[in-house]
């Protein structure tokens, strides 16, 4: 693997060039490398696993002072789940730095949801081997919270029912969803509802499906409208 192109990409220098490499050493190429110092990255994933779940929690504790304990843990678990890993190693690219045995190269391995999510975890063990935690957490302030930010995971949260709870406080409210466009392929469309309560537009959202959008515009009526 091309360390040095790694850390350009991410502008991160690392100090024990060797704990990178076994981040993105999958089993199969360990299996296949046995004369080799070669080590698999099943450890470090397991460390990264902690310091995402301890970087994640810190994140929504402080970023959302009235959140119940209960929301938090749905919404730390949607970021933490393995497709929500998987997009973060696409984002990054780190499939094409995987070193891969033979056998698991030819069958997809570099697209596998499961080993994608698996690197991620791994690279944020050696990172914070390598460097502390407040650089790992810098990372995931860069490459995760951001997204935490503009809504990628409130389909876990329900939103929708938050508001309905809310417009049913007055007797002459109402609320209802528009999806009011679809754009892009049908591979990778999106969607735009509206929240629209008493005729009047409260909050707008945008998702892959219908209900993420309405769950988007539920929040934005939840974080904006003055109901």
């Given at each position: 693997m091309d360390v040095g192109q790694l850390e350009k990409q991410l502008e991160i220098n690392f100090?024990?060039?060797n704990l990178i490499e076994q981040a993105f050493t999958h089993s199969s190429y360990v299996n296949e490398h046995r004369n080799t110092v070669f080590s698999d990255n099943e450890r470090l994933e397991f460390l990264g696993d902690a310091v995402l779940e301890l970087g994640v929690s810190q994140y929504l504790f402080r970023k959302n002072k009235d959140m119940p304990e209960g929301e938090m843990t749905k919404l730390r678990a949607a970021i933490v789940c393995e497709p929500s890993l998987m997009?973060?190693?696409?984002e990054l690219h780190f499939g094409e730095y995987l070193l891969l045995g033979k056998g698991e190269e030819q069958?997809?391995?570099?697209?596998r949801p499961a080993i994608l999510a698996d690197v991620f975890e791994a690279f944020l063990g050696a990172l914070y081997l390598d460097q502390g935690f407040d650089i790992a957490l810098k990372f995931l302030k860069v490459h995760v919270f951001p997204k935490i930010n503009t809504g990628a995971f409130s389909h876990a949260m329900d939103y929708k029912s938050q508001l309905q709870e809310l417009v049913q406080q007055s007797k002459d409210q109402?609320?209802?969803y528009k999806i009011v466009e679809e754009k892009g392929p049908s591979h990778n469309r999106e969607f735009?509802?509206?929240?629209?309560i008493k005729g009047s537009i409260a909050?707008?959202?945008?998702?892959?499906t219908?209900?993420?959008?309405?769950?988007r515009a539920a929040k934005y009526a939840l974080d904006h409208s003055k109901l």
């Open positions: 100090k024990d060039h997009n973060f190693a696409l069958t997809g391995g570099r697209q109402s609320i209802e735009v509802a509206q929240a629209v909050g707008e959202g945008t998702g892959r219908k209900k993420e959008a309405e769950q």
